[in-house]
């Protein structure tokens, strides 16, 4: 069984799946790639089904193409049983532009509206106020359930607070074994004011899973380096993490890191080690 956070007032899987890359062209710039679209539909549906089913993506994914595969591999399945975050890119936090990006979101996932939308980031602070006030309009239309944000600094976050009646119910941010940045600031604000951390690239793109102390502790608890990595990060306190999976295979792993616990000495040799 899935666990899930209340957070904000709603109630997430403490595992999601993450889609950037999914129906991507190779190379530095956001292209789709066809080529790979049935494989990606899959392991989504299968995440869902095993219970991860808050899906994020982002217009900018592979040019708005991974949207298109997330409105496929979703859109048999009842509405209610999924949570889709999508994301505007900081060129178009002008209000027209974001209602407008916020249309075109709606349209390649083939829904009526987004659980959770996001700003992805901001070149400047001062972009915070119009979008937001434009965020607020597609919550007052229906268009968008909830607003957050994404890779804003803890001033960030209280600005954007600051300026919107709604809740912003989540920072969506990096954190991992190898980056833990946040735990500075970021994450005890969050923790003290009902805010959802969410935990992006929670794998490091796989980079830390051949360590060795991570190893150790997996095999402690008969469970694989990736279990044990998302599992710390969802231990602490209004965590939730979104792993990227397009393998099967790896699908089926991450759905195993929850329903267990790591204990204080584990967790201790982990944070020593990273
Ligand atoms: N807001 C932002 O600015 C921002 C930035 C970066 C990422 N994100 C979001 O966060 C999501 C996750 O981050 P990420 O994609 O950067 O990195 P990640 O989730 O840390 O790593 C993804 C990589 O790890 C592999 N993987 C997944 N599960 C595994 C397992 N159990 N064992 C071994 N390898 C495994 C995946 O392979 P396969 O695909 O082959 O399974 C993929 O290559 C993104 O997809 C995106 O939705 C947001």
């Given at each position: 069984?899935?666990?899930?956070?209340?957070?904000?007032?709603?109630?997430?899987?403490?595992?999601?799946?993450?889609t950037w890359n999914m129906g991507r062209a190779k190379g530095p710039?956001?292209?789709?790639?066809?080529?790979?679209?049935?494989?990606?539909?899959?392991?989504?549906?299968?995440?869902?089904?095993?219970?991860?089913?808050?899906?994020?993506?982002?217009e900018m994914y592979s040019s708005g193409h991974t949207e298109e595969i997330v409105g496929a591999a979703i859109k048999d399945i009842p509405r209610k049983k999924v949570f889709v975050t999508?994301?505007?890119?900081?060129?178009?936090?002008?209000?027209?532009?974001?209602?407008?990006?916020?249309?075109?979101?709606?349209?390649?996932?083939?829904?009526e509206y987004v659980d959770l939308y996001l700003i992805h980031w901001v070149n400047l602070t001062s972009q915070i106020r119009e979008a937001i006030a434009a965020m607020d309009e597609l919550?007052?239309?229906?268009?968008?359930?909830?607003?957050?944000?994404?890779?804003?600094s803890t001033k960030q976050l209280q600005l954007a607070q600051s300026f919107t009646k709604n809740k912003i119910v989540t920072n969506q941010v990096e954190y991992s074994l190898l980056d833990r940045s946040c735990e500075k600031e970021l994450l005890p604000y969050c923790q003290e004011?009902?805010?959802?951390?969410?935990?992006?690239?929670?794998?490091?793109?796989?980079?830390?899973?051949?360590?060795?102390?991570?190893?150790?502790?997996?095999e402690k608890h008969s469970k694989t380096p990736a279990q044990v990595a998302?599992?710390?990060?969802?231990?602490?306190?209004?965590?939730?993490a979104i792993p990227k999976a397009a393998t099967m295979e790896h699908v089926r792993e991450?759905?195993?890191?929850?329903?267990?616990?790591?204990?204080?000495?584990?967790t201790e040799m982990l944070e020593k080690e990273f």
């Open positions: 069984m899935m666990e899930c956070k209340t957070i904000a007032g709603i109630k997430l899987p403490a595992i999601g799946i993450g710039v956001e292209r789709a790639d066809y080529s790979n679209d049935e494989q990606c539909i899959l392991a989504i549906k299968k995440a869902i089904k095993l219970g991860m089913w808050h899906i994020d993506t982002a999508t994301k505007v890119l900081p060129l178009h936090l002008k209000h027209n532009d974001l209602i407008a990006a916020a249309e075109e979101s709606l349209k390649r996932l083939q829904l919550v007052e239309s229906g268009s968008v359930k909830h607003i957050g944000v994404s890779n804003f004011n009902d805010v959802a951390l969410t935990a992006y690239t929670p794998l490091a793109e796989g980079k830390i899973l051949k360590n060795k102390t991570l190893a150790a502790v997996a998302l599992n710390w990060l969802i231990s602490k306190k209004n965590v939730i991450n759905a195993g890191a929850v329903g267990w616990k790591l204990n204080r000495e584990d």
